[in-house]
């Protein structure tokens, strides 16, 4: 079975600084990795993936992500945070391999607080 | 990617009642799929919805008390049934799109509260 983990239930950065969000995975066979972005009262809104080729991804709102595949993470970063960042961030795996192809799972997501 | 639209967007719901949640897509899409987001939680799939045919259901979900309907490759239907309060939650639908089958994009959900 495929599972995500994201080892901190909120993260608080000042506005300005570096923010990065973890993520972790395990799945039989290759994997598909996804960030997605949840405002309150909100649908999740897509952020970015890793399917192949390079390990850093960038994605929407200067959003980027590194797949470490020793390390089988893929953290979700930006050089700079902004206020409006502030949100639910839900890292997921799909893969190719196994019962449930094609499907996400998610980890249990991450609050992100930039403070001003 | 094709935008998703969810009908109710809430609603408070007596216990041993039912509601029809509608999510439909404006484009054509390969899947669809029905998630649950209790408080505080993540998101946890309760069924992949298949056109024309029944639902594939998730461990600890069952048509009785979720049936799902897909009549076409646009529209689907999530039904909560004889509800109590521990269907307290919101109800995301979701699809893939038809060219791209990894990429999958989310309704705005529809948060359910039951008395």
């Known amino acids: ?116 | 990617s094709a935008v998703i639209s969810q009908k109710p967007s809430r609603d408070i719901c007596q216990r041993g009642t039912s509601l029809t949640i509608q999510c439909q897509v404006d484009s054509q899409v390969t899947m669809m799929f029905w998630y649950r987001q209790q408080p505080g939680q993540s998101l946890t799939l309760i069924a992949t919805a298949n056109q024309g045919s029944e639902a594939t259901y998730e461990s600890g979900f069952v048509i009785d008390k979720f049936p799902i309907s897909r009549p076409n490759l646009t529209f689907s239907t999530l039904t909560v049934s004889n509800m109590s309060p521990e269907d307290s939650s919101i109800y995301l639908c979701s699809g893939r799109d038809r060219g791209n089958y990894n990429e999958q994009f989310f309704g705005p959900g529809t948060r359910l509260t039951v008395l």
């Open chain 1, 1 to 116: 079975a495929q599972s995500v983990a994201q080892p901190e239930d909120q993260v608080n950065v000042a506005e300005g600084n570096p923010l990065t969000v973890k993520c972790t995975y395990s799945v039989s066979g290759n994997p598909y990795l996804f960030w997605y972005v949840q405002y309150p009262n909100r649908g999740l809104q897509f952020l970015l993936k890793y399917i192949t080729g390079d390990n850093l991804v960038k994605g929407s709102y200067g959003f980027e992500a590194e797949f470490n595949k020793s390390q089988t993470s893929f953290h979700l970063k930006k050089p700079s945070a902004l206020v409006s960042d502030s949100a639910l961030y839900f890292c997921a795996v799909s893969s190719l391999s196994g019962a449930g192809s094609y499907q996400l799972t998610f980890g249990k997501g991450t609050k992100l607080s930039v403070i001003p």
